[in-house]
């Protein structure tokens, strides 16, 4: 089985739509998400403009704040600060990378946590941890919700993370190990320091891949039925396609697939779940901030 | 080898009483931990007494506030709040369990961030998993020193941690995974939900055993050669004792001990090590606290 993503954000982006037309008449103003961006990067234009596109899809009401490479510190948290005490903004993210000048987790840490939609906020990883409400970070939401879709229990199972990213791998394992549902797995994350990567990946029940290396997942690190995430997305050369490269994950799709039991394409798999996990932490925050009124 | 948790406390109590004459000759003033305890239980009265002697005998003030099971969760607010505002209390902490009228976490996200050495607070938590400076909760940051003391490299090395509570096997995990020294070790976490604990635990280079569950580990789930770390501590009875009972720890330790590399004790293992960690967070909080003065 394939784990569309397309089709699963498709489903998740018409019941959000009802939610907010219904937030809408009852409130008379739209979810208000706001991105800002330092600088141009290849990536960041494409995934900034994909979220931008979200919003005015569901229904939301959407601010771009561009500034230049050169910011400095000291003006970005100042731009931040503003966001923070607007109360027409309801959730905003600040799109990574970030010049090296400007230190991401003082960054991370000046955004308000109940507008932190992108849950990278420490408390809000704390709070997911421990089974609190909170954001959890949209990629691994994403996969729950992707997971849930499509019925694939996750209770008992064990799951093998590979990479222990702050925005994909740790949160990844938090959410599946908690006392939740999807969740209650049995975790075991593995990342560069790893020795037995091989042995550990081939007893996933369900095998997250997040390393950002290339086709790293071959056909002998996957158990046969497995169910296999790949959240790697990486351009690499190919002359045969009018653009001069080609998307592929972190998993060796082609060989790998015919083993799974499931696996989610690259691209198409997990890239919409993540915007649409964005999209649901907007709307709650709005949600939250409406109901404190 | 035995971990002795008694020699490694004593240890570490020297090398900080020494930091806190320092303290004390350059602030002219001691750091000082208080406890708050609502209601009388045996086991929270040996522990909290423990940490008071730990105090006394490191050179810290510390300071016992009692009240009564009947304390309303408001009134015990009131009574932290009245804490974080305390300049002359540099740490401090709530002994749980708590009576089930109070919200533990409610109490728990009350505490002042720098203030809250038994690192329970979320964002402690979330800095800490991070990698960022924060107060790790003081059993695990005590099994890190005591790795540490041992010289026991956990980088690459495969850990499965029983158990998944918010004061032990979580954080537990998050330290030990994490991009440090010690940490670097590839982690699985098992917990109730886990239905092949016996094939996971077997697998591991170092066992940490927090399921709080009477010598639940029995040889056939320990590696020849592994170290094992014992956190569980419950009385059964005994009718051959004076006081009608012995203590013991998660691990079946007269049959699992003979196959270990390393093995810690029960009691006398982990539990010195806990205080020491807490004695290490309050110095750390005291410092931080005229730092910023």
Same mark, same amino acid.
């Given at each position: 089985?394939?784990?569309?993503?397309?089709?699963? !954000?498709?489903?998740?982006?018409?019941?959000?739509?009802?939610?907010?037309?219904?937030?809408? +008449?009852?409130?008379?103003?739209?979810?208000?998400?706001?991105?800002?961006?330092?600088?141009?990067?290849?990536?960041?234009?494409?995934? /900034?403009?994909?979220?931008?596109? !979200? *919003?005015?899809?569901?229904?939301?009401?959407?601010?771009?704040?561009?500034?230049?490479?050169?910011?400095?510190?000291?003006?970005?948290?100042?731009?931040?600060?503003?966001?923070?005490?607007? &109360?027409?903004?309801?959730?905003?993210?600040?799109?990574?990378?970030?010049?090296?000048?400007?230190?991401?987790? +003082?960054?991370?840490?000046?955004?308000?946590?109940?507008?932190?939609?992108?849950?990278?906020?420490?408390? #809000?990883?704390?709070?997911?941890?421990?089974?609190? &409400?909170?954001?959890?970070?949209?990629?691994?939401?994403?996969?729950?919700?992707?997971?849930?879709?499509?019925? %694939?229990?996750?209770?008992?199972?064990? /799951?093998?993370?590979?990479?222990?990213?702050?925005?994909?791998?740790?949160?990844?394992?938090?959410?599946?190990?908690?006392?939740?549902?999807?969740? #209650?797995?049995?975790?075991? %994350? *593995?990342?560069?320091?790893?020795?037995?990567?091989?042995?550990?990946?081939?007893? !996933?029940?369900?095998?997250? !891949?997040?390393?950002?290396?290339?086709?790293?997942?071959?056909?002998?690190?996957?158990?046969?039925?497995?169910?296999?995430?790949? /959240?790697?997305?990486? +351009?690499?050369?190919?002359?045969?396609?009018?653009?001069?490269?080609? @998307?592929?994950?972190?998993?060796?799709?082609?060989?790998?697939?015919?083993?799974?039991?499931?696996?989610?394409?690259?691209?198409?798999?997990?890239?919409?779940?993540?915007?649409?996990?964005?999209?649901?932490?907007? @709307?709650?925050?709005?949600?939250?901030?409406? #109901?404190? #009124?």
């Amino acid at each position: 089985m394939i784990l569309d993503g397309k089709i699963a !954000a498709n489903f998740f982006s018409e019941s959000l739509s009802k939610e907010v037309a219904e937030f809408e +008449r009852v409130h008379k103003l739209k979810p208000h998400l706001a991105a800002l961006m330092v600088g141009k990067s290849g990536p960041s234009e494409t995934y /900034v403009a994909a979220k931008m596109e !979200a *919003c005015k899809k569901i229904g939301f009401q959407s601010s771009l704040f561009r500034f230049e490479e050169s910011i400095s510190e000291e003006e970005l948290l100042g731009e931040i600060e503003k966001l923070n005490s607007d &109360p027409s903004i309801h959730g905003f993210i600040v799109q990574l990378p970030l010049p090296s000048h400007i230190s991401v987790d +003082r960054i991370i840490e000046s955004v308000k946590p109940e507008k932190d939609v992108d849950g990278f906020h420490p408390i #809000n990883l704390g709070k997911m941890a421990k089974g609190q &409400p909170a954001f959890a970070s949209a990629t691994p939401w994403g996969i729950i919700k992707l997971l849930k879709y499509y019925n %694939i229990d996750t209770e008992g199972k064990h /799951v093998v993370v590979l990479g222990r990213s702050q925005i994909v791998g740790l949160p990844m394992s938090l959410l599946l190990s908690r006392n939740s549902n999807p969740g #209650n797995a049995t975790v075991t %994350i *593995c990342h560069s320091k790893t020795k037995n990567i091989k042995d550990l990946a081939i007893q !996933a029940d369900i095998l997250v !891949a997040a390393l950002g290396i290339p086709e790293f997942v071959t056909s002998d690190f996957v158990k046969q039925g497995a169910v296999v995430i790949d /959240v790697g997305i990486s +351009r690499i050369k190919d002359e045969t396609k009018k653009s001069g490269f080609r @998307l592929v994950g972190d998993v060796d799709y082609m060989n790998v697939a015919p083993k799974c039991a499931a696996i989610t394409p690259v691209p198409g798999g997990v890239g919409p779940m993540t915007i649409i996990a964005l999209m649901e932490n907007t @709307l709650m925050a709005a949600k939250n901030q409406m #109901n404190r #009124n």
